[in-house]
Every structure is written in C-alpha cells, then in structure tokens.
C-alpha cells in the first residue's frame, strides 16, 4: 500500500470514528450517552470503555464566532461585549437531562469565579423560549440565555446536540470546548483553568 493510500486510509478511518461518536451524542442527551472532550491538541483518542472520547476542533485557537441576539428577557445582546472577561458559552435546551444537570455547576462556577470575572452566557438549542424561560427562573440562572430559533447562532459554533460548552479566554480566543456533559466542579475547574488566567 503507498504512503498515500495509507494516509486516505486513516482519514476515512478517523471519519467515521468521528462520525460514530458524533451519532451516540446526538443521541446521548435524552439518555446521558458518551461525552466528546474536544482538546487544543486534535486528533482522535479512543479509549475502550471510557465515558469520554477526544477529537479535536477546528475553533480551538481562534476568535469565537459572533453570537448575537436577543436574550430570552427580550433584551440585546452581543458576545463581543464581554471582551476583557473569560467567558463560558453553553448551548443548552430545557428537554435535555444533561444540560439540566449541569446547570447548577455552571450557576457555582459563575459565583466561585467572580473575582477572576468569568462570565456564563447560554445559548437556546432547538428549543422553545416558554419552557426555557421557566427552567431558567426555576434554577435562579442569573446569565443571559440568547434565543437561536433559526439555529443561525449554532451552526458556525458547529453545534451536535446540547449540552456544548465553549471556553473563551480574555482575548476572545476559544481555548477548549466540551461536547456533553460537565460532570463535576472538578472537571468544570480543569477546563475553566485556560481561560481565567
């Protein structure tokens, strides 16, 4: 077999790796499926039997995208007024048992970090704003939660399925992204260490 028959080879392979993983999420939040850690360092690393499964992202070390919108309180707002603050930016639905999960380690990572300024924004994912709304005020989530009907915000952000964590440092740069699942302040923490310096 030639180098490049090699090469086409692992792509195809690392594809649909990918794509399989890609499959269990999107089914994963209803159930509480596999979690994919995308890290800085790309490639993919599968590990038998572990819960979570690491891919790169073409994001990771680059400007975040724009997001803008209006919240779910009705009022504007833009990502890029948050520029000078590490920044949080979870897609999230009321419907998904994982994102509701996690809600209360993103509300005790916002207040056990105010002091470095973090900062927690939401964004809708295939969701409606009533049921949001509700969950919202039923956890006392004080961050603005930006409505995406049109899924306009989600798809250059590159969106599977919900929960999807973004980490934006101080520069606007994301530095980590988490596909599934925080799971604990410990592993929220980890991550959280790139961006509040």
Request: proline residues 8%; charged residues 15%.
């Amino acid at each position: 077999m030639t180098s490049g028959s090699t090469h086409h080879l692992l792509r195809l392979t690392t594809g649909l790796a990918v794509l399989a993983v890609a499959s269990s999420v999107l089914a994963g939040c209803a159930s509480g499926g596999v979690a994919i850690t995308p890290r800085a360092s790309g490639g993919v690393a599968i590990t038998p039997g572990a819960p979570v499964v690491q891919i790169g992202s073409p994001l990771i070390g680059k400007p975040a995208p724009a997001l803008a919108g209006t919240t779910l309180d009705g009022a504007p707002f833009d990502l890029a007024s948050l520029r000078g603050s590490p920044v949080l930016v979870n897609f999230w639905a009321s419907w998904c048992g994982p994102c509701r999960d996690e809600f209360p380690l993103l509300a005790a990572a916002e207040k056990r970090h105010a002091a470095e300024g973090l900062k927690v924004v939401g964004v809708l994912f295939k969701d409606d704003a009533a049921p949001a709304r509700a969950f919202v005020a039923d956890e006392k989530a004080d961050w603005p939660t930006v409505a995406d009907p049109g899924r306009t915000i989600a798809q250059p952000w590159a969106v599977l399925a919900p929960p999807q964590t973004y980490f934006i440092d101080r520069d606007g740069i994301v530095r980590d992204l988490q596909i599934g699942q925080v799971r604990d302040a410990t592993e929220l923490d980890a991550i959280l260490a790139a961006i509040l310096k």
